[in-house]
């Protein structure tokens, strides 16, 4: 402290000059009085240095406070802290789709929305109310398709899948062999795809059907001969999980969901390669809604380890819920669900918000969202998973996509009847579309293959949110296929977009010759 060191210089003076052998004239001639005068020296010399610093730092600091952001500025957030930080994170503005936008709002993403609060005006014309507010940095994300680039993600999971069932003691993740895949493309007699057609694979030995489906919105329902999931617990059904192996069906598609029409055909692949397509088509032409039907779920891990970028996340979705029904091409039947989640022993394990076309309801309930808790590193994912596909009620003859953000594995070790990979077989038997987002801190081994795994199996994207370049964040991933960057509101609005293209029939496949009926 600064009054030690003045006192010792002035304990230092007073020795010196109190010393019998220091006259005033020959005061340097003594060793013992050389010695106290140069403490003195040099105790004065650092009070001056002392007090010159905190001159300059008193300067800096009234020039920077005249020149900083206003206080009522949100902070920025801080750096990924540990996974036990319960840190509150500051809630973001209103939602853009309160505000009335104009057309330069319409193509912004989430770093560029700067909420300027215009309110909403009384009859007098005066704002009743009116705030200032700066919209945190963009999230950056990659996304890759794994279904796109199959061989490098079937390369990749023959080291990563051993290696995860390994680690320690337990089940760490399930092994999903997705090899050897068929999958029937439906369509019109037009040739475009129709998607929410349910699919049927039939053993004709023995008339046992071992799996029915859903297509997606490009007409397409995948089938995994070769995955076997041990367990197939409530509450999920409607699924058979084990199919041995064979190779000869008798594929049944209805032409509607209420009809009793079906088409069947038989299909005997000749090699069980990566994976098989086979046309299907039906003699109906594709009746086209007038409004698109589109259910959007959000499932959020909401754990203490999300504190450093959860505020980020709900301004993201913000920015994708608003700019989708303001820009949208085309009506759209729209409804928003989410399910929130943490782990056990905290205030809530999951917690389920309905489908609801209100969206200043569904945009209270995102910007009431607050991270913390979660204790160890693993989270209920996997309960998450199954009350989104199981208890969320999805229409069936609607586009169906969910977006799981999370930085966390989930946990192996409970005794639950389920696992994430009951919840994706489900997701894929109802045509639910799963796109996964990684966030920062998601582990690169098990997560990183959970999340895959999760996206390739329902017909999704893994999104992986970029802490450095697109190309770096994609090889801590594993990931070999193509890679797209960009804001991650952006990618996640190009996905939704595209969904509803395939179920308007904006862009029929017209590139696969159509099998013929038998």
């Known amino acids: 402290p600064l009054s030690h060191l003045a006192a010792g210089a002035r304990r230092a003076r007073y020795e010196c000059r109190s010393h019998t052998k220091c006259h005033p004239l020959s005061r340097m001639r003594s060793t013992q009085c050389v010695r106290c005068t140069c403490c003195a020296l040099i105790a004065t010399t650092i009070l001056l240095l002392t007090g010159a610093l905190i001159a300059a730092t008193s300067l800096l600091l009234v020039h920077r406070g005249r020149t900083s952001p206003r206080s009522s500025e949100p902070p920025q957030p801080p750096d990924a802290p540990s996974h036990n930080d319960t840190t509150t994170p500051w809630t973001p503005p209103d939602a853009p789709w309160q505000l009335k936008l104009g057309a330069a709002y319409q193509t912004k993403t989430a770093g560029e929305w700067a909420v300027r609060g215009t309110g909403s005006r009384s009859s007098s014309g005066s704002r009743s109310h009116s705030h200032d507010a700066v919209a945190l940095p963009a999230l950056r994300g990659g996304t890759t398709d794994d279904n796109a680039a199959l061989g490098a993600y079937l390369h990749y999971l023959a080291t990563a899948e051993p290696a995860c069932a390994s680690v320690g003691t337990g089940r760490q993740c399930e092994r999903l062999d997705v090899s050897g895949g068929l999958v029937v493309l439906v369509r019109d007699k037009q040739g475009a795809p129709m998607p929410g057609r349910p699919v049927r694979w039939i053993d004709p030995r023995t008339g046992r059907v071992a799996w029915q489906g859903s297509t997606y919105g490009d007409g397409r329902a995948p089938f995994y001969p070769r995955l076997v999931v041990p367990g197939a617990g409530a509450p999920l059904d409607g699924w058979a999980v084990e199919t041995y192996g064979r190779y000869e069906w008798a594929v049944e598609v209805s032409h509607a969901l209420s009809s009793s029409a079906r088409t069947t055909v038989r299909w005997a692949p000749r090699s069980a390669a990566e994976q098989s397509v086979m046309d299907v088509v039906l003699p109906i032409s594709l009746k086209v809604p007038a ?35 303001q820009t949208s091409g085309r009506p759209l039947d729209l409804r928003f669900g989410a399910v929130v989640y943490r782990d056990r022993g905290d205030e809530f394990v999951t917690k389920l918000h309905p489908f609801t076309r209100d969206a200043p309801a569904f945009d209270r309930q995102l910007r009431a969202i607050k991270a913390c808790c979660g204790g160890d590193e693993p989270e209920s994912l996997n309960e998450a998973l199954v009350m989104t596909i199981g208890k969320l009620e999805w229409r069936p003859a609607a586009a169906a996509v969910a977006f799981l953000i999370a930085d966390a594995p989930p946990h192996m070790d409970y005794a639950e009847p389920y696992t994430y990979a009951h919840a994706a077989l489900a997701a894929l038997h109802r045509g639910v579309r799963v796109h996964t987002v990684a966030a920062s801190g998601l582990d690169k081994g098990r997560g990183t293959l959970i999340f895959r795994q999760i996206a390739q199996l329902t017909q999704g994207r893994f999104i992986f949110v970029e802490y450095s370049s697109a190309a770096a964040t994609a090889a801590s991933h594993h990931v070999r296929g193509p890679v797209e960057s960009n804001n991650l509101d952006a990618i996640i609005l190009k996905e939704l977009r595209s969904e509803v293209e395939l179920w308007a029939n904006a862009r029929p496949e017209t590139s696969a010759p159509a099998v013929p009926l038998v």
């Open 291 to 325: 409004a698109v039907p589109l259910d959007v779920a959000f499932v959020i891990d909401a754990t203490g380890s999300m504190s450093h970028e959860i505020a980020r996340v709900q301004q993201t979705l913000l920015a994708v819920t608003a700019q989708l029904r």
